[in-house]
């Protein structure tokens, strides 16, 4: 069964480095996004993707954040100087419809510690 | 803000009961839909009703969708040790699918 993937599970990284967490979502999917979960807190939207460009976003998305598709199957999210706050389960997910007519479907999840 | 919110936080059942939670939202959604969170994992669709449904049932859940009292319920029934897990509300608007803060489901051997 297809499947979203994500890389890495897990990266700890020091105060002020950049990252970057790479998805890989189902062939056929036309959205993207990208969510986060605080430990033991709720799933917040980040933002959405669309035709190659950000459908929506949310406040949390500032400056420090981009997401690119570099290729017809990467989808990355860019978090330019990390903040302890960033420190988060960062969720990728995709759709073939909007949320408006169908499910997401979500990849595991990569685990970000800021130290 | 548009989120749902689950009621009740945290559910302990034993295998074999039903359980039983709770969302309620703030303003006019185009749908609704159920998620499932295993410790650690990615989440997992369990159902989508729009707002023009009232009733939904796949296999052992069943969703009832309120747009009146702007709430939805999600029933599992014949509950097993494998449902332990949470599950999150998400209301579509704009485009865009936002979570509450789920119901962490315990079910007991």
């Known amino acids: 069964e297809p499947e979203v993937t994500q890389t890495p599970s897990h990266q700890v990284t020091q105060m002020g480095q950049e990252v970057i967490l790479r998805c890989v979502p189902i062939s056929n999917h036309l959205y993207f996004y990208w969510y986060r979960q605080i430990l033991g807190q709720k799933v917040e939207f980040l933002v959405s993707f669309y035709n190659n460009e950000i459908s929506e976003k949310s406040e949390i998305f500032d400056d420090q954040f981009s997401v690119e598709r570099p290729d017809g199957s990467n989808f990355t999210l860019k978090i330019r100087s990390t903040k302890l706050e960033d420190s988060a389960m960062y969720f990728c997910?995709?759709?073939?419809?909007?949320?408006?007519?169908?499910?997401?479907?979500f990849g595991e999840g990569s685990r970000l510690t800021v130290l | 803000s548009q989120q749902g919110e689950e009621d009740p936080q945290a559910l302990s059942i034993q295998e074999g009961e039903n359980a039983t939670m709770n969302c309620s939202y703030k303003?006019?959604?185009?749908?609704l839909q159920w998620y499932r969170q295993n410790s650690g994992r990615g989440l997992v669709h369990l159902i989508l009703?729009?707002?023009?449904?009232r009733e939904k049932h796949s296999g052992r859940l069943r969703v009832t969708l309120d747009t009146s009292k702007k709430s939805s319920s999600l029933l599992i029934t014949a509950s097993r040790a494998a449902d332990t897990a949470s599950y999150f509300c998400?209301?579509?608007?704009?485009?865009?699918?936002?979570f509450g803060a789920g119901t962490t489901v315990t079910v007991r051997a």
């Open positions: 303003t006019s959604i185009n749908n």
């Open positions: 997910a995709s759709s073939v419809w909007t949320p408006r007519t169908g499910e997401l479907f």
């Open positions: 009703i729009r707002s023009n449904e």
């Open positions: 998400a209301t579509e608007s704009d485009y865009k699918l936002s």
